[in-house]
Structure formats: structure tokens, C-alpha cells
């Protein structure tokens, strides 16, 4: 137990220097959960790196997924990993150390990222060793946050129902999520109270304590006949006077003051530029409350991601119109529904990967086919996230929510179009979906030139010999291929086409049959996006031969967006190059 002692601040210091080496990380909550995480890892799991595949083994997963970096600081301790390869390459170009849990590494049974879904898991996992009669023990970690997510307490329901006290969950009560206060963004307490209902055996304990985690460990696993959740009340950045108990330090990189008072080991630091660009959400938020000014009606709806979707103003400037609901998206599109059922203009935001596929039949059965005036902002697009990986990746959402009946989607270029757009949907009452991206993008158009008609693309080159037909932020990269494209004496259409669904297929036609080529470019799955939609129609009306850029049909390689986009050769110079090689000889 001394020896714990000691080590639970070597693997913090690990911790932030791995944060440091990648330029960033979920530093609050790794510093909160890092004591259970060492204690599970050392004293009760029956693995080790040389067991990681007896069928036998004690099973963890990780559910809070973005405390990665706590999870590698052990892991690396533990033999896994190798601590110098972890700080050399995490988050880098081309690396598999992601910001969240990646299965193909050693030691990690699941992926994960997406919150809500560990304790379901587990309990899959608990009952495959009943089944199997097998004695091993499986563990899971949550966030409190993460605790809004009605999937958990599904999985409370069935881990109850089943009996399973070879099933331990732990929550992280840090009483901190990214918006604030767990109280003031959706209530959790009383934790005790909800578990116990479920029928779980509770207990509460200091949750930075090591000898009250390992006991309370020991009680669980002595357990019968029930499963046991561990509540560890902790506190966010344990360990740091900068950071304790600081929501602003959810997702942080210290800087150099911080880091000194962070950790004694001094390394170089890396951060990522910000060039003098806008992003397009922070658009979306200008365009609202401009329009909430005289419209009482709009309301905005977030998932603990106002701060990710640049609304943390509107929620200031109009309190009374805004609604958090927590970490639950389904909610979140099932509320908005209901409201604009009454009468609301509902714009709800949440990020994309999870407003399209986790409330998938939300968007589809309480949004489309119920026609209520719901827009839903899918924040953060595409890839993005970077470094944080596959769970936050979003690209697949144009073909899922094309494919949805009465459902329109955009992809807005910039910061002027994305204004325009949102004014136009403020001014209509159907459905439609916005994807916007994560990081400053650099202007297409310009404050007095910003052509824009509802539902019609925008011709922002007009070519001879091939057409370009691009969406969202790879329209950029699409005029500076044509203008790369031009210098070769190749003369290109370019398409904005932020309106996939319903696409201008008026336009498509007019641009290929002027040109002898068509090329697409998306920030998506090669399958039923813009380039399956553009193919169609070309094959139909005007058949000339169609090459369809996008990312790949696998898991995306670590990067930011630049790397990950030079990478799929989806930047101005891989699309002109794409371009020089298809175009047919006249
Ligand atoms: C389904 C889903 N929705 C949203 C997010 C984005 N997200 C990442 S961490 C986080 C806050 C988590 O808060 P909490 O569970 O309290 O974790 P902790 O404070 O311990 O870091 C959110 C909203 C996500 N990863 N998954």
C-alpha cells in the first residue's frame, strides 16, 4: 500500500507529460480516476501483459474513454505499453496511441469514446462468464457526467435484474462535467439512492483514498448475489492546485506555469497553431442571436456541448430559450422535438457523430416523419476530433441522415454561407441537419459576396474541362485545386454544393455536361455521401466518367484534419493532382 502511495504521483506525472507530448488531453478527469484506475490494475485484476488472452482473465473497460491518457500512465506501468514509445508518438500523425481506448493495443479489451456505453458492455461480459462458468470478474469506470446517458442505466436495469456480482461498476464522482457542475447541468444525486433501486449493492467512498478503493474493491468482490457499483466521490485534477476542482481544466493543455506547478519534469511542448480563421459554428451562434433578438420562439438545446458548439453566448444572453439537457442525445433530439411540437423553433447541438447515429431513430420517428420544426446541429464533423479518434469521428452521418425521409442536409463552406444558411432555416419550419467542423476555416467567400439561393449550389469557378463538385469544408481545397489546376492549363468548375440533400441536381448536370469530368470531394465514408448522390445523377442525365474522393473505408489514421486530409490526398494539391491523372483526353 505504500508503495501505492508513492506511485499514484509518478503515474500523474506520467500522465501530463503524455498530455504534454500530444498537445492535449482530458487532464481533470485522468487525475481524478488515475488512483482507482492504479489500484484495480495493481492489486485486483488477475492479468498481465502475458495473460491479455486466457479466457480466465478479469475483464475492464474503460467507459469514461477520454481519461486515456490516466489509463496509459498505468498501463505503461503496468507492462503493457512502452511509457517512451506512448509520450513519443501519442496523438501524433500515423500513431495508434488515440485519445481514447483502441482494442488493437495490448491490455485494452474495448473501444470505446462514445459515453454510455461501457456499463452495457460489461454486463455482456459478466454474463458470458456465467454462462460459461468461468469465476473472472469484470469492472467498468464512469464519469458522473456520462450518468445522464439513459444507456447506463439500462445496463443498471439488466446487470440488476441478472444478479451479477461478478460485476463492479465505478463512477467517478468528481461532481464536474465540461458545462460545469454535474448539479447544474442535470442532476445526479442521489447516486446511492438511484443504484440501490436498481438493485445494485452501493458504496460510497473518498475516491482519491487508495486504501478506501482497494477495500471497497475487496468488499465487491465478496459480494453475492448482487452487483456492486463503487461510488468514488473524487475530485477533478486531484493532486494539482491549478487544476483542482476547475470545470475549465476538463480538456486542457498547461501551459508552461502550469505545467511546472503540474509536474516537476520539464519537456518541450507542442501546441497546435491557431491561424486567423472563424469557424463555422461560432457563425451558427452570431446568426441566432441575432435572430432570438426578435423571435422568441427559437429555442437552443445542448448536450453538456455548449462550449464545443461555440453557443455558450446564447445561452448567456438568453437563458429563458436555452436548454441543457446533459449528456444524453437521444434527449436532447426527443426534447427538441417535443418543443417544436408546441411551437418552438428548435435548433439543437450536439456533436455530429453522436446527434446522427447514437439518436438515429430520435432524428428519424420524433424529428422527420413527426415534421416538427427541429434543426439539428451536428458540431465538431467529419474528422475533426483528430487524435481523439474513430468514437468522435463523423463520417458517416451525410449518408444516414440522407437516407432519412423529409430530412434536408448541409454542409456550409464558411463562416458568410453558414450565416446565410441558418438564416434561411430560421425563416422556414421543416426539418434539416447542419454539420459544421470543428476548427477555424479559411474563408471561400467574402461579407459582400457571398452568392447564396436556398437549396441551390454555388458556382464558384466556372471550367471547361473537368467539374469539381465539393461540400462543407473541402470546398476550399477544391478551389485551391482549381486554381493549381488552372496554372496546368486544366479549366475547372467548382460546385459548392452545401446543400447535399436535397443535392441541386440541376446544377450537377449543367457543370458535367459543359466538362468532360466529374470529381467529388467529402469529408466522409466513400458510401452514400455526396459522391454516391453526385454518381447518380450524373449516370442518369449526363454520363461522363465520376472519381469520388472521400476517406477511406476504414479506420481513419491519427492526425489533425491538415495531416489526415494530406494524408487521403484530400487537400488542393492531392485534388488537383487526382484531377491531372483521371481527366479524360479530349
Ligand atoms: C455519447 C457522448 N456524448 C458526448 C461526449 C463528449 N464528452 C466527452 S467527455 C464529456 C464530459 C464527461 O463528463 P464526466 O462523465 O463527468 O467525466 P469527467 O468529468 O470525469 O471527465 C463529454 C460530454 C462523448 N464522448 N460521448
Not at 436532447?332 to 446522427?356: E, N, R
Not at 447515429?357 to 451536428?378: A, H, W
Not at 454561407?417 to 425563416?427: G, N, P
Not at 440541376?506 to 453526385?534: C, D, K, N, Q, Y
Amino acid at each position: 500500500m505504500e508503495e501505492l502511495e508513492s506511485l499514484r504521483w509518478d503515474l500523474r506525472r506520467d500522465c501530463v507529460d503524455i498530455i504534454m507530448a500530444g498537445a492535449g488531453g482530458h487532464i481533470g478527469g485522468d487525475m481524478s480516476v488515475i488512483d482507482a484506475l492504479m489500484t484495480l490494475y495493481a492489486n485486483h485484476l488477475n492479468i498481465s501483459p502475458e495473460t491479455v488472452d486466457d479466457p480466465n482473465r478479469d475483464r475492464f473497460v474503460l467507459s469514461k474513454g477520454h481519461a486515456m491518457e490516466a489509463y496509459y500512465a498505468v498501463l505503461c506501468h503496468e507492462g503493457y505499453l512502452d511509457l517512451d514509445d506512448v509520450k513519443a508518438r501519442f496523438s501524433k500523425f500515423g500513431s495508434p496511441y488515440i485519445g481514447h481506448p483502441n482494442n488493437k493495443l495490448k491490455g485494452i479489451e474495448m473501444n470505446s469514446g462514445s459515453l454510455g456505453h461501457g456499463l452495457p458492455v460489461a454486463v455482456g461480459m459478466a454474463l458470458a462468464g456465467k454462462m460459461d462458468g468461468r469465476d473472472y470478474r469484470v469492472y467498468t469506470i464512469m464519469g458522473d457526467g456520462e450518468l445522464a446517458e439513459g444507456s447506463v442505466w439500462e445496463g443498471a436495469m439488466s446487470g440488476g435484474n441478472y444478479q451479477l456480482d461478478n460485476l463492479c461498476a465505478l463512477v467517478d464522482r468528481n461532481r464536474l462535467q465540461i458545462s460545469g457542475s454535474t448539479e447544474d447541468v442535470m442532476k445526479q444525486d442521489s447516486q446511492e439512492e438511484r443504484w440501490a433501486a436498481f438493485g445494485w449493492n452501493v458504496l460510497s467512498i473518498p475516491g482519491n483514498d487508495v486504501q478506501a478503493i482497494d477495500a471497497a474493491l475487496t468488499l465487491a468482490a465478496e459480494t453475492k448475489g448482487k452487483p456492486t457499483v463503487i461510488i468514488l466521490n473524487t475530485v477533478k485534477g486531484y493532486g494539482s492546485p491549478v487544476m483542482e476542482d476547475k470545470a475549465a481544466w476538463h480538456h486542457h493543455l498547461p501551459n508552461d506555469e502550469e505545467y511546472a506547478r503540474s509536474s516537476p519534469v520539464s519537456l518541450p511542448i507542442r501546441r497546435p497553431s491557431m491561424a486567423n480563421k472563424i469557424a463555422n459554428r461560432k457563425a451558427i451562434c452570431d446568426t441566432l442571436l441575432e435572430a432570438a433578438a426578435t423571435d422568441k420562439d427559437i429555442v437552443v438545446l445542448c448536450s453538456d456541448s455548449r462550449g464545443s458548439a461555440s453557443l455558450t453566448p446564447f445561452f448567456d444572453q438568453y437563458p429563458q430559450q436555452s436548454v441543457e439537457v446533459g449528456i444524453a442525445e437521444q434527449d436532447l433530439v426527443s426534447i427538441a422535438a417535443g418543443m417544436a411540437s408546441c411551437g418552438k423553433k428548435a435548433w439543437a447541438a450536439s456533436p455530429a457523430s453522436f446527434v446522427t447515429t447514437r439518436s438515429y431513430e430520435q432524428c428519424k420517428v420524433d424529428v422527420s416523419y413527426s415534421n416538427t420544426n427541429v434543426k439539428l446541429i451536428g458540431i465538431s464533423g467529419g474528422v475533426s476530433y483528430g487524435a481523439l479518434g474513430m468514437s468522435h469521428h463523423s463520417a458517416q452521418d451525410i449518408a444516414a441522415m440522407s437516407a432519412i425521409p423529409n430530412m434536408r442536409v448541409y454542409l456550409p463552406s464558411d463562416r458568410f454561407q453558414t450565416a446565410e444558411l441558418v438564416r434561411a432555416l430560421v425563416a422556414d419550419n421543416k426539418p434539416a441537419y447542419i454539420r459544421v467542423g470543428r476548427n477555424p476555416v479559411e474563408d471561400v467567400y467574402t461579407e459582400d459576396e457571398c452568392p447564396f439561393q436556398m437549396d441551390r449550389a454555388t458556382w464558384v469557378r466556372r471550367g471547361t474541362d473537368v467539374t469539381i463538385v465539393a461540400t462543407g469544408e473541402m470546398v476550399r481545397h477544391a478551389v485551391d485545386a482549381a486554381d493549381l489546376l488552372a496554372e496546368q492549363g486544366i479549366s475547372a468548375t467548382v460546385l459548392d454544393m452545401y446543400c447535399v440533400k436535397p443535392l441541386d441536381a440541376e446544377a450537377v448536370i449543367e457543370a458535367a455536361g459543359a466538362t468532360r469530368a466529374v470529381v467529388t470531394v467529402e469529408e466522409h465514408s466513400p458510401f452514400g455521401g455526396l459522391g454516391s448522390m453526385v454518381a447518380q445523377v450524373v449516370g442518369e442525365h449526363c454520363p461522363r466518367p465520376v472519381k469520388c474522393l472521400s476517406l477511406p473505408d476504414a479506420p481513419v489514421i491519427t492526425g489533425t484534419s491538415p495531416e489526415v486530409f494530406a494524408h487521403y490526398g484530400l487537400t488542393g494539391e492531392g485534388i488537383a493532382k487526382t484531377v491531372a491523372e483521371f481527366l479524360p483526353a479530349e
